[in-house]
């Protein structure tokens, strides 16, 4: 009896095994759209824009990213404008798991610097919304940033989207540190290899 009950739990952990190994996972499908574009530079600070800085970030995010269970999809993988509603009806009809905004921010205060992170106010998505806004900006601020708590904004984007949504704003092109880092292959390589851990 004893030997029989061994044997018929070898035989359903090898068919359960079995199993499991033929359940297709599903993907998780991310969209990061890369801010500005075209005509439109976005910050602009001695001839380094917002939108060349964003869309390199994007395509080694696209680039790195090695797990087969995650999709990454760029919304503009080019230098051309895209409108926002442009941009929201691709988001739509793809109805990922999340869409990840990138911007980068400036201001006149030269000392003011980190990262920062909105969503939107609307309740359908908020609470996946803020979870990946808050995972995101705790790795990529990383050791080398500040970062700000994630707070409420009603950017277009973040508005209509019929999915969890959330702009990651990477540091500061108007200070110097962030400037030094966001601009350099190694802070743009790492900025990305951090949005793909936080999206694990
Ligand atoms: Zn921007």
Same mark, same amino acid.
């Given at each position: 009896? +004893?030997?029989?009950?061994?044997?018929?739990?070898?035989?359903?952990?090898?068919? @359960?095994?079995?199993?499991?190994?033929?359940?297709?996972?599903?993907? #998780?499908?991310?969209?990061? &759209?890369?801010?500005?574009?075209?005509?439109?530079?976005?910050?602009?600070?001695?001839? @380094?824009?917002?939108?060349?800085?964003?869309?390199?970030?994007?395509?080694?995010? +696209?680039?790195?990213?090695?797990?087969?269970? @995650?999709?990454?999809?760029?919304?503009?993988?080019?230098?051309?404008?895209?409108?926002?509603?442009?941009?929201?009806?691709?988001?739509?009809?793809?109805?990922?798991?999340?869409?990840?905004?990138?911007?980068?921010?400036?201001?006149?205060?030269?000392?003011?610097?980190?990262?920062?992170?909105?969503?939107?106010?609307? #309740?359908?998505?908020?609470?996946?919304?803020?979870?990946?806004?808050?995972?995101?900006? &705790?790795?990529?601020?990383?050791?080398?940033?500040?970062?700000?708590?994630? +707070?409420?904004?009603?950017?277009?984007?973040?508005?209509?989207?019929?999915?969890?949504?959330?702009?990651?704003?990477?540091?500061?092109?108007?200070?110097?540190? &962030?400037?030094?880092?966001?601009?350099?292959?190694?802070?743009?390589?790492?900025?990305?290899?951090?949005?793909?851990?936080?999206?694990?």
């Amino acid at each position: 009896m +004893k030997i029989n009950r061994k044997f018929l739990g070898i035989v359903s952990a090898v068919f @359960l095994c079995g199993l499991f190994a033929f359940i297709p996972v599903e993907k #998780k499908v991310v969209v990061i &759209d890369a801010a500005h574009g075209g005509d439109d530079f976005g910050a602009d600070l001695q001839g @380094l824009q917002e939108k060349v800085i964003v869309e390199k970030i994007a395509k080694l995010v +696209k680039a790195q990213n090695k797990n087969e269970n @995650l999709e990454i999809v760029l919304l503009r993988e080019g230098d051309h404008f895209m409108e926002l509603s442009e941009r929201v009806s691709i988001i739509n009809n793809l109805s990922p798991n999340l869409v990840i905004s990138l911007h980068i921010n400036s201001s006149p205060n030269i000392n003011k610097n980190g990262v920062e992170a909105y969503i939107s106010s609307n #309740k359908t998505f908020y609470n996946q919304s803020k979870t990946n806004a808050e995972v995101l900006v &705790d790795k990529v601020a990383g050791n080398y940033f500040s970062k700000s708590e994630v +707070k409420e904004a009603p950017f277009y984007i973040l508005k209509n989207s019929n999915c969890p949504a959330l702009t990651l704003e990477v540091g500061y092109l108007s200070n110097v540190n &962030d400037r030094n880092y966001i601009t350099s292959e190694k802070g743009q390589s790492e900025i990305a290899a951090k949005i793909l851990e936080s999206l694990k």
